[in-house]
Each structure stands twice: as structure tokens, then as C-alpha cells.
Nanobody
Framework: VQLQASGGGLVQAGDSLKLSCVVS????????MGWFRQTPGKEREFVAV????????HYTDSVQGRFTVSRDHTKNTAYLQMNGLKPEDAAVYYC?????????????????WGQGTLVTVSS
């Protein structure tokens, strides 16, 4: 399975961005699709996940109500819609995939990672 993330960019606080993660070599509806982010000098942290069943969506507290995960099986793509962006959301965002549906907040659970896409938020 290979993942290709895109959609990052430079935005102002309060703006929106939609990140995409195209899946190849696998089916997005058979994978739990997670999103993580990382800033320099910090650990990669969990942001959100859409479980492989599609029925469970989890978010870290700081993005709850602002970010939404989704998937489109016709495009074999997962998405992270980010609204109301804040300067503290600035990071490199990674999509990740796993065939499991447990421990989805832990980065060690994920077998496959995209290359990352940079999100910059100006105040």
C-alpha cells in the first residue's frame, strides 16, 4: 500500500484546508485511515482517524469540532477537512493506514505512511 498526501499550504487563521490522501495498492474502505501531524522538535501526534468500518471517527481534543475525516471509495482517497485553522495547527500532516481497528491513536499501529504535506497558518 502506498499513500500520497496533498493539499497543504499557507493560510490565514480562521481559513480552511482539505487534505487528501490517495491510496494505491489497497482499498481505502478496507483500511483505517489516520492523520497525524508533526512540528520540529516534537513527536508526531495523533490528529484524527476514520476506522476501517467507516463507523468510527476519533479526533484529538484540540481539533474536535473543527476537523472532519472522510473517505471516498470511488476515488480511493481519504480526506481531512480542516476548518477554523489556528496557528497552533501548523505542522507537517501525515496520512497513515492500517488494516486494524484498534489502538488507532497510536502511531505504532500504522503500517503505511504518506510523505507528509505542510500546513502553515499565519495569525
Amino acid at each position: 500500500v502506498q499513500l500520497q498526501a496533498s493539499g497543504g499550504g499557507l493560510v490565514q487563521a480562521g481559513d480552511s484546508l482539505k487534505l487528501s490522501c490517495v491510496v494505491s495498492g489497497g482499498r481505502v474502505n478496507q483500511l483505517s485511515m489516520g492523520w497525524f501531524r508533526q512540528t520540529p522538535g516534537k513527536e508526531r501526534e495523533f490528529v484524527a482517524v476514520n476506522s476501517r468500518t467507516g463507523g468510527m471517527r476519533h479526533y484529538t481534543d484540540s481539533v474536535q469540532g473543527r476537523f472532519t475525516v472522510s473517505r471516498d471509495h470511488t476515488k480511493n482517497t481519504a480526506y481531512l477537512q480542516m476548518n477554523g485553522l489556528k496557528p497552533e495547527d501548523a505542522a507537517v500532516y501525515y496520512c497513515a493506514a492500517t488494516t486494524t481497528w484498534s489502538r488507532l491513536r497510536e502511531k505504532s499501529t500504522y503500517n503505511y505512511w504518506g510523505q507528509g504535506t505542510l500546513v502553515t497558518v499565519s495569525s
